[in-house]
């Protein structure tokens, strides 16, 4: 059974950082695409970024630039850097994972098989 576990999460101020990671337990899939999503209250969830198997990565146009994700495999773990982090940031994170060897940011979250419970990060100004 495949499991995802988010960590990191927090509260800044505007311009600062944080790092999630997502542990993934079970996945024994040779290819695999991961991504990290975002919901804000009152908002439907949206891609943030995500990596594919052979590592091309994909950002929404609103964190280009200031987030990065990467992952390690020795450490099956995901991780998202985030910097110069603004308000509009502040949402709850999940990470995604899922069995289809090309993946984008803007994927729909359904196309998604597994999920974390998610980690909340909030920005103030």
């Known amino acids: 059974q495949v499991q995802l576990v988010e960590s990191g999460g927090g509260s800044v101020q505007a311009g600062g950082s944080l790092r999630l990671s997502c542990s993934f337990f079970g996945y024994t899939y040779s290819s695999y695409c991961m991504g990290w999503f975002r919901q804000a209250p009152g908002k439907e969830r949206e891609g943030v970024a995500a990596i594919d198997s052979d590592g091309s990565t994909s950002y929404a146009d609103s964190v280009k630039g200031r987030f990065t994700i990467s992952q390690d495999n020795a450490k099956n773990t995901l991780y998202l850097q985030m910097n110069s982090l603004k308000p509009e940031d502040t949402a709850m994170y999940y990470c995604?994972?899922?069995?289809?060897?090309?993946?984008?940011?803007?994927?729909?979250?359904?196309?998604?098989?597994?999920w974390g419970q998610g980690t909340q990060v909030t920005v103030s100004s």
């Open positions: 995604a994972a899922d069995y289809r060897d090309k993946c984008y940011y803007s994927d729909y979250p359904y196309e998604y098989h597994y």
